[in-house]
């Protein structure tokens, strides 16, 4: 079924470690953002992309870098992973950025830094 | 800039009763405005979303909204509200001229249903 894949769906990660979670869409959707969700927060941008080869930072970047290489794969890497970044991970794409289409929503990652 | 605000981070009613989540919502130009579903262990899911090309929204499962813009509100209703709405609704809003197209998120109503 076509729409947002999220790898992997949990993980536990020792402080300092680093990790890679990977966003996947085959629908041809130029914009693409990872999201944190936390408890009584909502949902906070992370970082976010226009297109291959563009990215900028959302509300809340520190600790993250993203790279757009392809208009497919939109991957969110934790530098030296912090106890504060335990939380679950969205990623969303849309294909008309300036559009009211909606977001479609992969099915999260779980993410404990211990 | 823009702004959303839900009132209430819990909603509670009984199985059949009226369904009513409230979001204001604060921006300089006409907003883009949506709501979402999030089921538990779930990505969240488009409910609906107003246009600007009429005022009340029809969405999936039954629910609407109505745009109101001298409330700067756009409330989520359901007339007879059914265990299988439980679920976390966000808001959210994104302005499409003048202004960030980025959606801007609720903190979130958990809607509870009781039999």
């Known amino acids: 079924n076509a729409g947002v894949t999220q790898t992997p769906k949990f993980q536990v990660l020792k402080t300092g470690q680093s990790m890679t979670l990977q966003c996947a869409q085959d629908?041809?959707?130029?914009?693409m953002s990872w999201y944190r969700q936390d408890p009584g927060m909502g949902l906070r941008l992370i970082h976010y992309?226009?297109?291959?080869?563009?990215?900028d930072q959302g509300e809340v970047p520190n600790g993250y870098n993203v790279s757009r290489s392809t208009t497919e794969d939109f991957p969110l890497r934790l530098l030296s992973a912090a106890p504060s970044q335990t939380s679950v991970y969205f990623c969303?794409?849309?294909?008309?950025?300036?559009?009211?289409?909606?977001?479609?929503f992969g099915s999260g990652t779980r993410l404990t830094v211990v | 800039a823009q702004s959303v605000t839900q009132l209430g981070s819990h909603v509670s009613v009984s199985e059949g009763a009226l369904v009513l989540l409230r979001c204001n919502y604060s921006s300089s130009v006409p907003p883009y405005l949506f709501w979402y579903v999030q089921y538990p262990n779930q990505g969240l899911q488009l409910l609906l979303k107003y246009t600007s090309a009429a005022t009340l929204v029809k969405g999936i499962n039954g629910f609407e909204a109505e745009f109101k813009k001298s409330e700067t509100s756009f409330h989520l209703t359901k007339p007879s509200a059914h265990m299988s709405d439980a679920a976390e609704y966000f808001c959210?809003?994104?302005?499409?001229?003048?202004?960030?197209?980025?959606?801007?998120f609720g903190r979130g109503t958990s809607l509870i249903v009781h039999p």
């Open positions: 969303a794409s849309t294909s008309g950025y300036r559009e009211n289409y909606g977001y479609t």
């Open positions: 629908m041809n959707h130029e914009y």
């Open positions: 959210a809003v994104s302005l499409p001229s003048g202004g960030s197209y980025i959606p801007t």
């Open positions: 992309s226009v297109g291959a080869g563009i990215t």
